[in-house]
């Protein structure tokens, strides 16, 4: 069964301060590996998508990789409205659906 | 803004009680998914359509869920005699897929989402 698991659940930066959140993944046969940005009560954001090992993506201060077991998602000199749940999920096979994570929730302090 | 949409945003109901929900997709989009999901959880999937056929189910759709796209085009999610473990955001999201293309997997785009909540 396919699994994703993010890590840490939680993480509180101030401002200024890189760090990156983790997601480990058991999908067999990974098709893609996506990113998405979630505030509280909305709908996921898509941020990502990354197809193969070695592949790395930018956005803004965000930067996603991705190994052939996980990915990262480096953030770098974060601001107050990069707080929110970042969420990783995979899809593979012929499998259509997502497989999310349970989320890293970010605050980063002024 | 041409996003994805749903409808209502906020329901409160009554155990036993039957509601309805409804997805209005990106336009041009031929896939749209249904997902449920929890406080502090990822979203977990439900059920996908490609046009109007409705290609997979999950197991955590049981027998009071069905879910509907006539015409290819919005689609809407009923669920009836609910339950209070049914409380929960009920997420739309939608994606665009050529056939015959083996690179790009069509990312999918959420709508806000349907607040549920059953007393």
């Known amino acids: 069964e396919d699994q994703v698991t993010q890590s840490p659940e939680a993480l509180r930066l101030q401002e200024g301060e890189s760090s990156s959140l983790n997601c480990s993944y058991t999908v067999s046969g990974l098709r893609g590996l996506f990113w998405y940005r979630q505030d509280p009560g909305k709908g996921p954001e898509f941020l990502f998508t990354l197809y193969s090992a070695g592949e790395e993506k930018e956005k803004e201060r965000l930067k996603a990789t991705l190994t052939k077991k996980e990915s990262f998602l480096h953030i770098t000199a974060p601001k107050p409205e990069d707080s929110a749940t970042y969420l990783c999920?995979?899809?593979?096979?012929?499998?259509?659906?997502?497989?999310f994570g349970s989320g890293t929730q970010l605050t980063v302090l002024p | 803004d041409t996003g994805v949409s749903q409808d209502p945003r906020h329901k409160i109901t009554k155990r036993g009680q039957n509601v309805t929900f409804r997805c209005d997709p990106i336009s041009e989009h031929n896939r749209l998914y249904w997902y449920r999901q929890t406080l502090g959880q990822g979203p977990e999937f439900l059920t996908y359509?490609?046009?109007?056929?409705?290609?997979?189910k999950s197991r955590l759709l049981s027998d009071r869920f069905s879910a509907e796209r006539p015409k290819g085009s919005f689609s809407t999610l009923e669920i009836q005699r609910t339950e209070q473990g049914d409380s929960a955001m009920y997420l739309c999201?939608?994606?665009?897929?050529?056939?015959?293309?083996?690179?790009?997997?069509?990312?999918?785009?959420f709508g806000p989402g349907t607040r549920l909540t059953v007393l």
């Open positions: 359509f490609q046009n109007e056929a409705q290609l997979e």
């Open positions: 999201a939608s994606s665009f897929k050529r056939t015959g293309v083996l690179i790009g997997l069509g990312e999918q785009f």
């Open positions: 999920a995979g899809t593979s096979g012929s499998a259509r659906q997502l497989t």
